[in-house]
């Protein structure tokens, strides 16, 4: 029998559809039978907890969500991040706005060069950011003496409420992933900053010759990343009350575990914001479990690990099951 081109449509949309929702519908799968097993899962208190713990690797993914947009790949947002948090809680001492200003300045310099390299330079992705990755954790090793040192925020400094607060009874870093998230769909699909970056990773050369600020846009985007890393460097650091240079190290990884989970495409060109944000959850869940089954907690890194291949070899079959 022929197939009709509504059918062929119809199959489209389907994979279209398991790609971009597959990790939602696991995410829910997970959670009810999580809730059914175990009576501590479904509480307030787990939950919050579960929400919080995935805040900071949530603001990191979201920065490294628009870098895959373009086609590339940020291997430095681990170290960033532990950098960042190391300078927030060393600053503090000298004030809220200086333990804000200081991680921000140095991580957003870090990205603005590594964009340049690549948008102007035209190197590769991958090894510039990997030589970012060494350079912010060999600046971290200097700044905290081969990490011998660790800073503590002051007692009663308000640099502490930015992670440890609440309003209307809701943890300050889950408001923070709401309004970040919120602002980075608003830019994909109301801006013109949005399209240019999806633009990028679908044909880099195509939207060139569209007249597209393709260099500009490209070096945006590691700033951005970057920015965002050093930010829940400081929301870490703000939630601990200390700088911990130990921190960061494979969270690049996670990061880019959870765009791929929610749906964008390693390649580039196409994806959706808060499809990363499920990721996150589903990563931080499927952590939680284990925890509830009181497993060892290398466990956590085969599951993801299994899943995320799954996952890729998944992508893989729709993406062809859409073109057909």
């Known amino acids: 029998m022929a197939v009709t081109p509504r059918r062929v449509g119809t199959a489209a949309r389907a994979a279209r559809l398991a790609q971009r929702q597959g990790a939602l519908v696991v995410l829910v799968v997970l959670c009810l039978v999580a809730a059914g097993a175990f009576d501590t899962f479904a509480t307030s208190g787990n939950l919050t907890n579960i929400a919080v713990q995935a805040s900071f690797l949530a603001v990191i993914a979201l920065g490294m969500t628009f870098v895959i947009f373009t086609g590339g790949i940020d291997l430095s947002v681990g170290s960033v991040f532990a950098l960042g948090g190391v300078l927030a809680a060393y600053a503090s001492q000298y004030g809220t706005l200086a333990a804000l200003a200081l991680p921000l ?7 603005l060069v590594q964009g340049l390299i690549i948008a102007r330079g035209g190197l590769e ?16 090793l200097l700044v905290t003496d081969s990490g011998r040192n660790t ?5 009663g400094s308000a640099f502490r ?3 440890q607060g609440s309003i209307l009874g809701v943890r300050h870093p889950i408001w923070i992933v709401v309004v970040l998230y919120a602002v980075g769909t608003l830019v994909l699909h109301r801006t013109s900053y949005g399209p240019t970056v999806l633009a990028i ?10 007249g597209l600020p393709v260099a500009r846009a490209r070096v945006l985007t590691y700033v951005a990343s970057a920015l965002l890393a050093g930010s829940a460097g400081v929301m870490i650091a703000s939630y601990t009350s200390s700088g911990v240079p130990i921190i960061g190290i494979g969270t690049e990884l996670q990061a880019i575990a959870a765009v791929v989970l929610g749906g964008t495409l390693l390649t580039g060109g196409a994806g959706t914001v808060l499809g990363t944000l499920v990721g996150v959850l589903l990563l931080q869940v499927i952590a939680n479990v284990i925890n509830q089954l009181s497993l060892a907690q290398a466990w956590q890194a085969v599951v993801q690990g299994t899943i995320l291949l799954g996952v890729v070899v998944a992508q893989r079959y729709l993406a062809r099951a859409e073109r057909r």
């Open 151 to 155: 800073y503590d925020v002051p007692v």
């Open 105 to 111: 300045a140095v991580c957003g310099a870090i990205g």
């Open 125 to 140: 992705p991958f090894i510039v950011t990997l030589a970012g990755l060494l350079f912010a954790r060999g600046l971290l």
């Open 201 to 210: 990773g679908g044909q880099r050369d195509a939207a060139e010759l569209m």
């Open 161 to 163: 409420e930015i992670a």
